[in-house]
């Protein structure tokens, strides 16, 4: 109830948080990813991705033996798509372009007719309504035949990625301004290489997901490298990736933990960023550091993690038009004790380091095993990367809640993109970092990797058995559209009140 006292601390609340505005330019966004939505796995000319056979070869890596083949149906409705963005009032959507669906052979001899002619369509609509598409190349869904060829692991995949960047941008650059090369590099090669838990499933931890790393550092720079250079000048849009930063703090304040959180977080954001977005360029130097000790004393001559020559640091470094993140959770990181064994998620290279990163149990846990809320890691976080990398322009890229239940009154969601949402505004009143935009995963329920059709991220609520596979609106969908609407968080509606903890 809302007593006065709680009117009292709302208000302070209030004037504690500052303007509860956003920029005018501030822009508002959600997202999906070809493999979680499109289905017609097989339509057409498209060729299987690494995760059609990976689930097709073994239907119990998925914890409800569900897969993909349906989806969302957005291949064949993507016109339902527009309309659910139209109606949530966004001002981008951000969508993956399929790669094997594009390139059936996964190289330039072949561009299919079909995946052009879906991508064009909802390209277009999306413009008709006034929405902006943001476009990721790579959403884990690599050609099989590439795989075949040794996929993320073999160094050709960096010029593979660049010709099928090349093909994207002369096929849709002259409507799309606005690009991420990879999705979460850090994720596919973590869960590809290191826990094997992900297509296609090849644990070598502490090898495979290195040479993923470079090899994932050097694609996403060739592929701005060749915009920079053949389009920019007549296409003047921005390319960048989406990074997955999980934030992480020191469990106690021992000068130990403290320590072992900064090299932790050079592990966790400084490898997958600091090639790209440091003024030096190259692996951060820590990590390289122990890396080259352990190997050492594991009687290796060569380091587990591959270097970098000079000329692809160079190459590398500054390949960047701002810098994109996708924001979920947190953890909180200690000296690991000597023999105790630091586990393989989320990173093989806390095994390197001796640290161990765990839950806090004051955040609050969500369906998702992974998911525990720390909307102030946000705002540290993003003040974290102005001090690391300087003054960039910073677009979310992906934020969101999970469920394991149906339900259309989702006040935990609309609770978790709030605090989100006040954390960002934080960060631009106050610490005037540049958060130029925020993006809300996922426009509605889809496939969702390993846990199938059991987690739901969706502002939509899809009912998967219905054939007709018609989304429904939830309360954090008519939250989102107020706060587009108002560019503010504080604004009078009952659809989507919310009662917070400060209450
Ligand atoms: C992201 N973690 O994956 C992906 O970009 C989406 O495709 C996915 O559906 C969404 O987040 C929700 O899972 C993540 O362990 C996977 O911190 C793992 C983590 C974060 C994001």
């Excluded at 606005?178 to 290489?193: A, H």
């Excluded at 090899?215 to 720079?221: G, K, R, S, V």
């Excluded at 958060?435 to 991220?457: I, K, Q």
Aim: aromatic fraction near 12%; glycine fraction near 6%.
């Amino acid at each position: 109830m809302w007593g006065l006292k709680a009117v009292a601390t709302s208000l302070l609340v209030c004037s504690v948080l500052g303007a509860q505005n956003f920029p005018p330019d501030f822009k508002f966004g959600s997202a999906s990813s070809a493999y979680q939505v499109e289905g017609a796995w097989n339509y057409g000319d498209k060729t299987p991705s690494i995760w059609d056979v990976f689930i097709k070869n073994d239907p119990s890596v998925i914890i409800d033996h569900s897969n993909a083949d349906i989806a969302c149906n957005s291949f064949h409705d993507w016109e339902r798509d527009v309309e659910i963005a139209t109606e949530l009032g966004l001002d981008y959507y951000r969508f993956s372009i399929s790669w094997p669906r594009i390139l059936p052979t996964g190289k330039q001899d072949r561009i299919s007719e079909y995946g052009m002619k879906y991508y064009n369509n909802l390209i277009d609509a999306l413009l008709e309504k006034g929405i902006k598409p943001v476009v990721t190349m790579y959403h884990w869904d690599l050609p099989q035949a590439l795989q075949d060829w040794g996929g993320w692991l073999n160094p050709l995949i960096s010029d593979w990625f660049e010709n099928y960047a090349r093909v994207l941008y002369s096929l849709f650059g002259d409507r799309v301004k606005t690009w991420l090369t990879l999705n979460e590099p850090i994720i596919f090669c973590e869960l590809s290489f290191n826990t094997g838990k992900h297509a296609p499933g090849l644990a070598s931890a502490g090898e495979g997901n290195y040479i993923c790393n470079k090899n994932a550092m050097l694609a996403h720079a060739k592929a701005w490298r060749v915009y920079d250079k053949e389009f920019r000048g007549k296409q003047g849009g921005k390319v960048s990736l989406a990074n997955q930063y999980i934030w992480l703090e020191p469990r106690t304040n021992s000068p130990i933990d403290v320590e072992a959180t900064k090299n932790a977080r050079q592990l966790m954001i400084g490898m997958y960023s600091h090639p790209i977005f440091s003024k030096d360029g190259g692996w951060p130097p820590v990590i390289e550091r122990i890396v080259a000790e352990k190997s050492k004393e594991e009687g290796r001559f060569l380091s587990r993690l591959p270097g970098f020559t000079q000329e692809e640091i160079e190459v590398i470094k500054g390949t960047y038009d701002f810098l994109g993140f996708n924001f979920y959770t947190a953890r909180a990181v200690n000296k690991a004790e000597d023999g105790v064994d630091v586990g393989e998620w989320p990173l093989s290279g806390s095994k390197d380091l001796d640290i161990q990163l765990t839950m806090n149990d004051e955040w609050n846990k969500t369906d998702a095993e992974w998911l525990v809320e720390y909307p102030v890691g946000l705002r540290r976080l993003l003040n974290w990367l102005k001090n690391e990398y300087g003054d960039i322009d910073i677009l979310i890229t992906e934020n969101g809640y999970a469920t394991n239940k149906t339900i259309i009154d989702d006040q935990a969601r609309v609770n978790y993109m709030k605090k989100h949402l006040e954390q960002v505004l934080l960060a631009i009143n106050e610490d005037k970092v540049k958060v130029r935009g925020y993006t809300a995963w996922s426009m509605m329920d889809n496939f969702e990797w390993c846990d199938g059709y059991s987690l739901r991220f969706g502002l939509y609520e899809v009912d998967f058995k219905d054939p007709k596979l018609k989304p429904k609106p939830r309360t954090s969908s008519h939250y989102y559209t107020n706060v587009i609407k108002h560019r503010s968080l504080d604004f009078d509606d009952t659809t989507s009140n919310i009662i917070t903890d400060e209450l």
